[in-house]
């Protein structure tokens, strides 16, 4: 379902969109490195696209400027905001009273970090390198609606302790582990999802 989204400079990116049965929610993925074969197609996001929808969450994938159909160029994570700008704009204008969470890996998590909109419920960066930027300049660091920051356990870029330590002054930050993965999650991907989930529609219910 739709394959198109346009940008705010004109651009028109490559997308695919999954609807749930009953939506409580819906979410932005946004893929890994444009210049290292980041893609919508890459292994976090593609679970993440497939696992959502079954638990009330509308997801929209898309592929940044530059990317396999997508106009544009790369443009250092600047740009890239607006790509996701417009992937929110489209699911608001579909569902207006529906919070949208912007979700990411890599590249895409801090993509997400930094961009805003009203109708943004929080953020899941996933594996963030924290590396576009200053970390205390993202918007989801001086904001209270919740970020949540899932780090594998042996990331290569930005370890959980790290993550911490740059986070720390962050507003409404959860910094959380995924034992024995690393940056591209060889293992690991359950428990991404299962964070993932419990970030934007609470965790599941105990088993008596």
């Keep these: 379902m739709r394959g198109v989204i346009t940008t705010r400079d004109g651009f028109d990116l490559r997308c695919e969109q999954r609807h749930s049965?009953?939506?409580?929610?819906a979410a932005v993925l946004c893929h890994p490195h444009p210049l290292h074969g980041g893609t919508m197609y890459a292994p976090?996001?593609?679970r993440l696209f497939d696992a959502l929808p079954g638990h009330g969450v509308d997801?929209?994938?898309?592929?940044?400027r530059g990317v396999q159909g997508s106009e544009g160029f790369y443009d250092d994570g600047r740009g890239e905001r607006r790509d996701v700008e417009a992937a929110i704009a489209a699911l608001h204008d579909e569902r207006p009273d529906t919070p949208i969470w912007l979700a990411g890996w890599s590249f895409g998590a801090d993509v997400s970090l930094a961009t805003d909109g009203p109708a943004v419920?929080?953020?899941?960066?996933?594996?963030?390198?924290?590396?576009?930027?200053?970390?205390?300049?993202?918007?989801?660091?001086?904001?209270e609606r919740p970020a949540t920051l899932i780090c594998?356990?042996?990331?290569?870029?930005?370890p959980p302790a790290s993550a911490a330590e740059a986070t720390d002054e962050w507003s409404a930050t959860t910094v959380a582990t995924v034992p024995m993965a690393?940056?591209?999650?060889g293992i690991g991907l359950d428990r991404v999802v299962e964070l993932t989930i419990a970030a934007i529609v609470g965790p599941?219910?105990?088993?008596?």
């Design 59 to 64: 997801v929209l994938r898309f592929n940044f």
């Design 182 to 185: 690393d940056h591209f999650f």
């Design 21 to 25: 049965p009953s939506p409580v929610a």
């Design 152 to 158: 594998p356990e042996h990331d290569q870029f930005r």
């Design 121 to 143: 419920a929080g953020w899941i960066a996933i594996a963030p390198p924290l590396g576009i930027g200053d970390p205390s300049t993202f918007v989801a660091g001086t904001d």
């Design 204 to 208: 599941a219910p105990a088993i008596a």
């Design 44 to 46: 976090v996001v593609q």
